[in-house]
């Protein structure tokens, strides 16, 4: 979600390299804004796209980054999990028996 809005928000930083404000046709015509051709323009704004984008991205990874690690993944025997819920007191001894052997064949 957060590397959407990050993207969205580098993509609306070059429209205005990419269109005028004013209204006029935009770049896509041969020479643009103070005599530059349109293929400047377009690249010129690539470069601070990835300049922006990759800072935006560096800087996610290095202070976000850490908060979205999923934690480790534990697995447990059957028996563990029944010997821990005998043990809450969510069955009784009975119960814990007959699960018991069930898991035991």
Not at 12 to 39: H, K, Q, S
Not at 50 to 55: A, L
Not at 56 to 66: I, Y
Not at 73 to 88: C, G, P, V
Request: aromatic content about 16%.
């Amino acid at each position: 979600m957060k590397t959407k809005f990050f993207l969205i928000a580098s993509l609306l930083l070059i429209i205005p390299f990419i269109t005028r404000a004013d209204g006029g046709e935009g770049c896509f015509y041969m020479m643009d804004w103070y005599g530059r051709e349109a293929w400047s323009i377009i690249f010129i704004s690539l470069f601070w796209v990835i300049i922006i984008g990759g800072t935006v991205f560096f800087f996610h990874k290095k202070f976000m980054g850490k908060n979205i690690e999923a934690p480790p993944a534990t697995t447990k025997s059957a028996l563990e999990i029944l010997q821990e819920r005998y043990a809450k007191g969510e069955i009784n001894k009975e119960q814990f028996e007959a699960v018991k052997k069930d898991i035991e064949k």
